[in-house]
């Protein structure tokens, strides 16, 4: 085998806050049949005769008030994250997106240019999920087949329970939560419908939507996402031996009427308020980069929902982002895969 490569892969961003960019960057997103799994002409017809005439507006707004100087915040500490990997490894690494501007083909170019001929894909994701994982490594193999015939892909499996990335959450919570007096640790993960927990199941029988089959060995816990996501806070209280009924688990993010996974991170908000509650530290552990999910829908709105409820002091932890120990972490699965 020739020349290797890297390619990091995250969800991507609109080009600007302005409502044009953003309605262009939620119809390529909408319209991935990994996203909204309908047939195609019913999904086409909710994105872009419902969700693209009201949504995009609401959206550039929530991305306004998150916006840096230098651009979106997910590309901005992506584009940091990866300027660190470039110092740490002699070999050729590139950044993209699965949507927007800095896409998948962008970087296999890149990488093309550069003599590489057999790539590493790392989906920057730590669960799987087939609107997150599943469609950046299916998309990398749709451009590999079209456009490099000669470069080889591999992809990086989902790293939800690696004990190098068990280690460095533990430490970057613990790092952050510093003196805080907190009464709860909730972990919010990104929600997916109940659905795609059903399509993911590769046996076909071992998923229950109640949950009761999370903690039953199977081999449809490989791409299990409520099971992989459960099963990082389950390591992550290990590690910072937290007390039994001081966390808890939800899901963010619902779209559209569906049944989603559940509990509701907007609901558990309000019931640990209700319940007495009164200082929350919130952990997106789905996310290795601080986004529009992290830094609007929960240290903002997130933050104001919970003090409305009766609580007092609401922090959320910051994701990975460039932590230097996690660029360590991806430097040494990099040097591994390539020795």
């Given at each position: ?22 309605k ?78 800095m ?22 994701y ?8 599943e ?11 079209k ?6 892909i ?12 068990i ?17 709860f ?36 816990h ?23 009924g ?6 963010q ?14 609901f ?72």
């Open positions: 085998m020739g020349k290797k490569g890297v390619l990091l892969v995250n969800l991507g961003s609109p080009d600007s806050t302005d409502t044009k960019d953003v262009r960057y939620l119809d390529e997103f909408l319209m991935d049949e990994r996203v909204i799994d309908m047939p195609y002409w019913k999904r086409f017809l909710l994105v872009k005769g419902i969700i693209l005439n009201t949504r995009p507006k609401k959206t550039a707004a929530a991305y306004k008030k998150i916006w840096l100087k230098e651009g979106s915040p997910l590309i901005v500490l992506s584009e940091k994250f990866h300027e660190k990997l470039k110092t740490r490894t002699n070999i050729p690494t590139a950044l993209a997106m699965r949507y927007g501007s896409s998948i083909e962008k970087g296999m170019q890149e990488l093309h240019h550069q003599g590489v001929d057999h790539v590493l894909l790392i989906p920057l730590p669960h799987y999920a087939m609107s997150s994982y469609t950046v490594v299916v998309k990398a193999q749709e451009i590999q087949k456009k490099f015939p000669n470069i080889k591999e992809s990086y499996p989902v790293f939800y329970n690696q004990p190098d990335y280690e460095v959450m533990a430490q970057n919570i613990k790092e952050q939560i510093g003196s805080f007096d907190y009464d640790i909730l972990f919010s993960h990104h929600g997916i419908p109940e659905r795609h927990i059903l399509l993911s199941d590769t046996t076909n029988s071992h998923c229950k939507i109640d949950g009761s089959c999370c903690n039953k060995k199977s081999v449809a490989e791409t299990c996402y409520r099971h992989q996501c459960f099963e990082t806070t389950k390591e992550i209280v290990k590690k910072l031996h937290l007390k039994e001081t966390y808890g688990d939800s899901f993010s619902r779209l559209l009427k569906d049944p989603w996974l559940k509990p509701y991170t907007d558990e908000f309000e019931r640990l308020a209700e319940k007495g509650v009164k200082k929350l530290i919130v952990i997106t552990p789905s996310f290795v980069v601080d986004c529009l999910e992290t830094l609007e829908e929960i240290a903002m709105e997130g933050k104001k929902q919970f003090l409305e409820a009766g609580g007092s002091d609401f922090k959320h932890l910051s994701c990975l982002n460039d932590n230097d120990t996690w660029v360590n972490t991806v430097n040494n699965w990099i040097n591994n895969w390539a020795s």
